[in-house]
């Protein structure tokens, strides 16, 4: 048994312990004589109980009176060479008047801190979660270091008393907890050799303001404290929001922290990376987890609940009130919160080591409660997360996202009847089976099956993870299939693609994989996709590609610069693989689902927004290579981009967006040899885009674009995708602009090809994956029925159809009154084959939400 810190008396020490455990004194002689079983069952012991280790060799390892700090240490097993360094949370104050509270005046001293045997063996048996010794612990083996707080600084600060302050409170206080962190791994050093041979390994993290310290010390730490051991953080409840308090006279956390970083002079956490991103006024925001998680470049396990307890409550009450229940009003509020979380939790890279699991519960520091072992996101328990994070034998097998989707407040933790899923091949839980088809004999419309494409190295997303499609299988006779390009924009320089919105939509880390999560993303689907029984596809085979590689599926790149890869800067350190996911998802879907195996196999393809822009430069390319025996044929919903120049100055219009993409992503080897001979040389570009692509596209297809398209409109006036919002009387203007060049650039479908034109005067975008696309027409036909008749022309000159809005003024275009589809008198054989519509119309009450969703003005 090591001596440590004030304790000098090893042997008394184990004396003491062996009494507590109900154990009788080893003394047989004078001096101490063991024999190896003996031995070994006072180690057993040992390994039960913690013991105090108070850092008074460190003169400036002080709390805040200028006590010694203390760390509480429970030995696991030696063989394993393992540590857990937890730092204890109990919030921090950040000026005079918050540290006179006589709770942070309580927590700056450890005269409380128990030292007697008894003393710390009922202290231990207080904690709960991860240090229980139930045998669950992920951590039961481990050399654990507890270590308390006392320094009311989150472990962040470096400074003494100021001079003549007397009494006040803070300004008479150290605040040290930078020099307690350093005391505590040296000590470990010396004292157990922590971090001495290679192998070691060290999980250090906290919970609430203990994590939110080690999570901006954990990169100093890995590098200038654990010697020769890998260091990974463990953070619980560390992340710090951007908010305003809903009580007008309370403290922002952001107000606590820019007061906190020179009160407490904690700049030497300030990463260099971090600081350079924000101007010196801000500097503080390197301590909030908000803004530092990014800049982390160890691994890490985060957890943090989406309705955090102590953030909702002390921006709610002022102070921690775990058991209060919050009315409508605070209930609301936490909504908010729960957004900003979610837009401000960290998206792991694939190969970075980090995972992060974020369950919808009101809750806060679960590892150090019973909920550590109870607790689920995405229908996986946090323990089995935790379990396989620290096994993982590879950076890639240690990434991982599980966030719940369920909607309300506290919907995670209500939701009791969660099915537990423990996870699965490269880190993430395994893949579920969709339950069997119902007794109808009609497809599950929430049945979908993730299928990620690993077998197919190129078929990547910009970080290198698996791209992936959902397929809904369809009635078992059905021989038609409907392949349909997710939209969600593209980048096309390091800049546009540096920002938090593309980097999220650069991974298929977050893509949902359990049974519960995939439910709940499917009802979010909306359209054509619905779950309603109303989608004229509802019988069809469906496989939805999502969007995971910033390139309108149209790019075939690797990283261009080897140093901006190895650190995966956006842009010039990206994949852009959208034509081998799309290579990929079609050989895939001939494979497993049998696509174009068949004479009669019918195969529409498409997408929407930047999905139908890639399915529109892609479309004969894959007619004739990739579905086998299967007719393809398109539907192309918003796809038109058109040569404008845009309202506001300083945007990057379509045009100069296209020509960048086209050489950051290598979109060459789509164009088509006729659009080349049109557009040769540095005008090649223009073969991406659809005003100039459309009239060599020779697949028929089905195109539906709003003439006052939001998308074109929005990022045109406003630089960003902004649906819903009121236009101003020059905006309209602009509008009516952008509408002539659309109209000009829409093709004038030529008789007998087959394609059909559907441009409403709208004001809309996205038409088949929205609830527009039951109640939205043109030419006062709907788009329901339009659909209809293409589908089902005995003929392409049947099938060539031009249907426009021609009426004045922004937003224009209207609902028709709903219509009855003909029954066909006899089946029609020749493709694309019967489509069935569903004849039920809307109640009066559904009616005026449809009239009211159309609204878009």
Request: aromatic share 12%; proline share 7%.
């Amino acid at each position: 048994v090591h001596s440590c810190g004030c304790r000098a008396d090893s042997k008394a020490w184990v004396e003491a312990v062996m009494v507590t455990v109900g154990m009788q004194r080893p003394y047989a002689a004078p001096r101490w004589s063991l024999s190896v079983a003996l031995a070994a069952t006072i180690v057993e012991a040992i390994t039960k109980v913690w013991e105090p280790v108070f850092l008074d060799q460190y003169p400036l390892a002080v709390c805040n009176d200028g006590s010694p700090a203390a760390y509480y240490y429970r030995a696991g097993n030696p063989a394993l060479r393992r540590w857990f360094v937890f730092l204890e949370g109990a919030g921090w104050c950040w000026d005079q008047a918050s540290c006179a509270r006589p709770w942070h005046t309580t927590l700056g001293t450890s005269i409380q801190f128990p030292r007697a045997v008894t003393a710390v063996a009922n202290w231990g048996n207080t904690l709960q979660g991860i240090f229980e010794t139930n045998g669950q612990s992920p951590f039961q083996d481990m050399n654990i270091a507890y270590v308390r707080t006392c320094s009311n600084d989150a472990f962040m600060g470096d400074s003494a008393p100021h001079p003549g302050s007397g009494r006040q409170a803070g300004r008479s206080w150290h605040f040290r907890g930078r020099r307690i962190i350093e005391a505590t791994f040296l000590h470990l050093r010396q004292t157990v050799g922590m971090g001495t041979q290679i192998g070691d390994r060290v999980v250090y993290g906290g919970c609430s303001s203990g994590a939110r310290g080690a999570m901006v010390s954990l990169d100093y730490v890995a590098t200038k404290l654990a010697g020769l051991a890998q260091v990974v953080g463990l953070l619980d409840s560390a992340i710090w929001l951007p908010i305003r308090p809903q009580a007008h006279n309370l403290v922002s956390f952001g107000e606590q922290t820019r007061e906190f970083l020179p009160f407490a002079n904690a700049s030497v956490f300030l990463d260099e990376d971090c600081v350079r991103g924000f101007p010196p006024k801000d500097r503080y925001k390197c301590l909030e987890g908000a803004f530092r998680l990014p800049f982390i470049r160890a691994p890490f396990f985060l957890i943090h609940s989406q309705y955090d307890l102590f953030g909702i409550s002390m921006n709610v009450f002022g102070r921690f009130l775990p058991s209060a229940k919050l009315n409508e009003e605070q209930q609301h509020y936490a909504e908010y919160y729960r957004k900003q979380v979610v837009r401000y939790l960290p998206t792991p890279v694939m190969g970075s080591g980090t995972t992060v699991f974020s369950p919808a519960c009101y809750s806060h520091c679960t590892l150090t409660a019973p909920a550590a072992y109870t607790l689920r996101a995405d229908g996986v328990q946090l323990v089995d997360a935790l379990q396989h994070w620290l096994a993982a034998t590879s950076m890639k097998a240690a990434t991982g996202w599980f966030c719940d989707r369920c909607a309300g407040f506290d919907c995670g933790c209500r939701e009791a009847a969660k099915s537990v899923a423990g996870p699965g091949q490269g880190n993430l839980p395994a893949v579920e089976n969709p339950p069997p088809q119902g007794m109808s004999g009609g497809p599950d419309l929430n049945a979908w099956e993730p299928r990620f494409l690993e077998d197919f190295p190129l078929a990547i997303c910009n970080d290198g993870s698996p791209a992936a499609y959902y397929y809904r299988p369809g009635i078992a006779q059905s021989r038609q299939w409907l392949v349909f390009l997710e939209g969600a924009g593209w980048c096309w320089d390091a800049t546009s693609c540096d920002i938090p919105w593309k980097i999220r939509l650069g991974t298929s880390i977050e893509f949902p994989r359990t049974a519960a999560s995939i439910l709940t993303w499917s009802r979010t689907l909306k359209g054509v996709f619905d779950s309603t029984g109303r989608s004229p596809f509802k019988d069809w085979h469906i496989a939805y590609v999502r969007t995971c590689s910033n390139d309108a599926f149209l790019g075939d790149s690797s990283p261009r610069e080897a140093e901006a890869a190895r650190v995966r800067k956006p842009g010039p350190g990206w994949h852009f693989r959208g034509r081998r996911i799309l290579e990929a998802t079609f050989t895939d879907l001939r494979r497993r689902s049998g696509l174009g195996s068949m004479p009669g196999d019918l195969v529409l393809y498409g997408g929407c927004s930047s999905g139908g822009r890639g399915a529109l430069v892609t479309l004969d390319y894959l007619a004739s290579s990739f579905v086998g025996k299967a007719q393809l044929v398109g539907l192309l919903d918003a796809p038109l981009w058109v040569p404008i120049q845009p309202f506001k100055e300083g945007l990057v219009s379509f045009d100069n967006q296209t020509r960048m993409f086209f050489d950051l992503a290598n979109a060459s080897g789509l164009i088509s040899p006729e659009c080349e001979a049109t557009y040769p040389g540095v005008n090649r570009w223009k073969c991406l885009e659809a005003g100039f692509r459309l009239p060599f596209v020779h697949t028929p297809y089905f195109l539906s674009h709003s003439q006052y398209d939001v998308f074109g409109l929005t990022m045109n006036i406003f630089g960003h995708f902004y649906p819903g919002h009121y236009l101003t009387p020059m905006q309209k203007q602009y509008a009516e602009t952008y509408r002539k060049k659309v109209l000009e650039y829409l093709p004038t479908p030529a008789s007998g090809s087959g394609n059909a034109v559907f441009a409403p005067a709208c004001y809309a975008h996205c038409m088949f994956s929205d609830v527009i696309f039951y109640i939205i027409d043109a030419a006062g036909v709907s788009l329901q029925q339009a659909l209809h008749r293409w589908l089902n022309a005995v003929s392409p000159d049947a099938a060539t159809e031009n249907l426009r809005d021609n009426c004045q003024g922004f937003n224009c275009g209207h609902r028709p009154t709903p219509m009855q589809f003909p029954t066909p008198a006899q089946p029609m054989n020749t493709p694309p084959a019967i489509l069935f519509t569903t004849t039920r119309t809307s109640t009066w009450a559904q009616s005026l939400i449809l009239d009211a969703a159309s609204l878009l003005v």
